[in-house]
């Protein structure tokens, strides 16, 4: 059954309590996210958001590699706290490493010299957009996600591990998998602080 648009964007929630188990065959999931960022805007088109897709164990050696740094910054009494963050976004089924690539960005810049301070702030707008497209596409078959950020502690060994171009700049990793339990509560600022219309 199709749902609205606003019922989608609903149902989308960060869930941490993520497994292993997808409602999608891995290529149709990795077929999902390719094309939610395939069809997502970007200044004059310029197509700058890339990702990284981890399934299985490479999404498993993703955490591992991030617990790694943390280790080395994290006081030991506090990383068990730590760990166990990790441990559950390694139990999810996978995640994506998104990206914005700087080449793309200064290309621009030299190409329309009089826009050149706005192209990294557009870029850092298409990433959200990205992020926002494969949310609400997971989301949409049932699949789960969160959204972290241990970006730039990681860059070095994602860029080392999967042979990453160096001029893809991480923006953000989303986990992805079945939901194990539901969201937490939100809660919502009134609407009179957030909108103004005038007609
Ligand atoms: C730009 C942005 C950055 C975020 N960074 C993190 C993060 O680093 N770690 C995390 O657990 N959640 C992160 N989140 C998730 C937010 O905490 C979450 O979206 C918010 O609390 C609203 O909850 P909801 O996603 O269930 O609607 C981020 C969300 C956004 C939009």
Known sequence: MSQSFNALAEKRRTIYALGPTLPLAEDEVIALIRTA????PSAFNSQSSRALILLGEEHKKFWA??????????????????EKKLAGF??????????????????????????????????EHSTGIAQYAVWLALAEKGIGANLQHYN????????????????????????????????????????????????
């Not at 960022?37 to 997502?40: D, E, G, K, L, S």
């Not at 999810?92 to 702030?121: H, R, T, W």
């Not at 990793?173 to 009179?192: L, R, V």
């Open 37 to 40: 960022i395939r069809n997502a």
């Open 65 to 82: 590699l991030t617990g790694d740094q943390l280790k080395k910054r994290v006081a030991a009494d506090a990383f068990v706290n730590t």
């Open 90 to 123: 390694a139990a999810a089924a996978g995640s994506v490493l998104f990206f914005e690539d700087q080449q793309v960005v200064s290309g621009l810049q030299q190409q329309f010299p009089s826009y050149a301070d706005n192209f990294p702030i557009w870029s």
């Open 152 to 199: 730039p502690l990681v860059d070095e060994d994602v860029q080392q591990t999967w042979n990453i171009p160096a001029s893809w700049k991480l923006r953000a990793q989303m986990n992805f998998g079945s939901i194990e339990a539901p969201a937490g509560e939100k809660t919502y600022i009134p609407d009179s602080e957030r909108f103004i219309v005038a007609r």
